[in-house]
C-alpha cells in the first residue's frame, strides 16, 4: 500500500482525462457508474480511472446513464459484460436493479469489483471480488455522532438522489445517531439546482426550529448554500456534508460549513484498477475489502485538499 501511495502522489498530476488511459493491447476494464451526467463530482472517479489505467498500462472505458435512471445502468452493465472485459468495476446503488446483471457478468468469467455504493455483504452476494468504497450507514451514523456532541437535535437532510437506497442510509445513518427519528426530515429535493435551493428554503421557513442541514454531495451542497445565504442563516446553522467539490471547501473555508465526509472516490476508481490487474496477471488479491471512507474534513488542514478538490479530492 505504502508504495501504491507514494506512486500515486509522484505521478498523480500526469492524468486529467480518460483520453490519457493507455491504448495499450493488455487488459480492458469497464467501470461502470450510477451517477448522471449532471454530476461533477464523480469527475474524481474519472480522473483516478485514467490515471490507474495510465499507471498499469491498460485500457479503461467509463460508462454511465446519462439521466441516473437504475434500469438504464442495468443495461448498460450488460452492454459491457457483453463487450467482454477482463473486468467490470461498478456501483451497487440499488441491489433490486443491479444485482441480476452483476450476478451474469460473474457467471459469464468477467471478475467484478464493486465500488462506491453497496455494502461489502452485497458485494459478496452478487460474486464480486471484493467493495472498495465507504459504507454509508456508517458514516452517516458517525456523523449523527458528531453533531449530537455539537449539541443538533434535528436536522433537514437533502437527498438529490432518492431513488439510490445508499443515499438514504446516510439520512437515516445521521437520524440515528443523533438518537431521533428520520420522519420527515429527509426531502426528495431532485437535482435541479434551483428546485433543491427553493426545497431547502421552503423546508426551513415551515421548520424554522431546525438545527442543522445534512447534504449528500455538492449537487445538493452547492444550491443549499446559496440557501442559506438567501435567508441569512449562513454560517448560523449548523451545516455538515457528505462529499467534496470546490463550492464545499470554500463553505469550510468560511465557516458556513463545520465538516465535510470526505469518502476519497479518487481511490474508489483508482485502486480497483491496481488491484484487478495485478490479479490478472500475478494471482494475487487482497485479503478483504477497502474502505476508502469516511474521514472528517475541516476548516483546519485544507491547503491539499483545497488544491485537489474536484480533481482528486
Known amino acids: 500500500m505504502k508504495t501504491i501511495l507514494k506512486t500515486m502522489a509522484a505521478t498523480a498530476v500526469a492524468a486529467a482525462t480518460l483520453a490519457g488511459a493507455a491504448q495499450a493491447d493488455g487488459e480492458r476494464y469497464v467501470l461502470v457508474s450510477h451517477a448522471p451526467d449532471s454530476d461533477s463530482w464523480w469527475n474524481t472517479i474519472k480522473n483516478g480511472l485514467a490515471l490507474a489505467g495510465e499507471q498499469?498500462?491498460?485500457?479503461?472505458?467509463?460508462?454511465?446513464?446519462?439521466?441516473?435512471?437504475?434500469a438504464d445502468m442495468a443495461r448498460i452493465i450488460e452492454q459491457a459484460a457483453a463487450s467482454g472485459p477482463d473486468g467490470i468495476i461498478t456501483t451497487l446503488a440499488d441491489p433490486n436493479v443491479l444485482s441480476g446483471p452483476i450476478r451474469?457478468?460473474?457467471?459469464?468469467?468477467?471478475?467484478?469489483i464493486i465500488i462506491n455504493s453497496g455494502t461489502p455483504e452485497q458485494a459478496r452476494e452478487v460474486g464480486a471480488l471484493m467493495y472498495v468504497g465507504?459504507?454509508?450507514?456508517?458514516?452517516?451514523?458517525?456523523?449523527?455522532?458528531?453533531?449530537?456532541?455539537?449539541?443538533?437535535?434535528?436536522f433537514l437532510c437533502v437527498n438529490h438522489y432518492i431513488s439510490s437506497p445508499s443515499s438514504t442510509e446516510r439520512c437515516q445513518g445521521f437520524a440515528d445517531g443523533l438518537?431521533?427519528?428520520?420522519?420527515?426530515?429527509?426531502?426528495?429535493?431532485?437535482?435541479?439546482?434551483?428546485?433543491?435551493?427553493?426545497?431547502?428554503?421552503?423546508?426551513?421557513?415551515?421548520?424554522?426550529?431546525?438545527?442543522?442541514v445534512l447534504t449528500l454531495g455538492p449537487t445538493s451542497a452547492d444550491p443549499?448554500?446559496?440557501?442559506?445565504?438567501?435567508?441569512?442563516?449562513?454560517?448560523?446553522?449548523?451545516?455538515?456534508?457528505?462529499?467534496?467539490?470546490?463550492?464545499?471547501?470554500?463553505?469550510?473555508?468560511?465557516?458556513?460549513?463545520?465538516?465535510?465526509?470526505?469518502?476519497?472516490?479518487?481511490?474508489?476508481?483508482?485502486?480497483?484498477?491496481?488491484?484487478?490487474?495485478?490479479?490478472?496477471?500475478?494471482?494475487?488479491?487482497?485479503?478483504?475489502?477497502?474502505?476508502?471512507?469516511?474521514?472528517?474534513?475541516?476548516a483546519d488542514g485544507l491547503e491539499m485538499v483545497e488544491q485537489f478538490a474536484g480533481e482528486y479530492r
Open 56 to 70: 498499469m498500462g491498460v485500457t479503461v472505458e467509463y460508462r454511465n446513464p446519462p439521466t441516473g435512471d437504475l
Open 104 to 112: 451474469a457478468a460473474v457467471d459469464s468469467g468477467i471478475d467484478v
Open 134 to 154: 465507504q459504507p454509508e450507514y456508517d458514516a452517516g451514523y458517525a456523523a449523527g455522532l458528531r453533531a449530537a456532541g455539537d449539541g443538533v437535535g434535528s
Open 179 to 212: 438518537g431521533v427519528d428520520l420522519g420527515n426530515q429527509m426531502i426528495d429535493s431532485g437535482q435541479d439546482p434551483a428546485e433543491i435551493q427553493n426545497r431547502v428554503m421552503a423546508y426551513l421557513n415551515a421548520n424554522p426550529d431546525t438545527d442543522a
Open 224 to 298: 443549499t448554500i446559496l440557501a442559506l445565504e438567501q435567508m441569512g442563516l449562513a454560517g448560523d446553522i449548523y451545516f455538515g456534508t457528505f462529499d467534496l467539490g470546490e463550492n464545499i471547501v470554500q463553505g469550510l473555508r468560511d465557516g458556513v460549513i463545520q465538516w465535510g465526509i470526505d469518502q476519497q472516490p479518487y481511490l474508489q476508481a483508482y485502486l480497483p484498477v491496481i488491484v484487478m490487474t495485478n490479479y490478472h496477471r500475478f494471482g494475487v488479491l487482497p485479503g478483504n475489502n477497502i474502505n476508502s471512507g469516511p474521514g472528517f474534513v475541516t
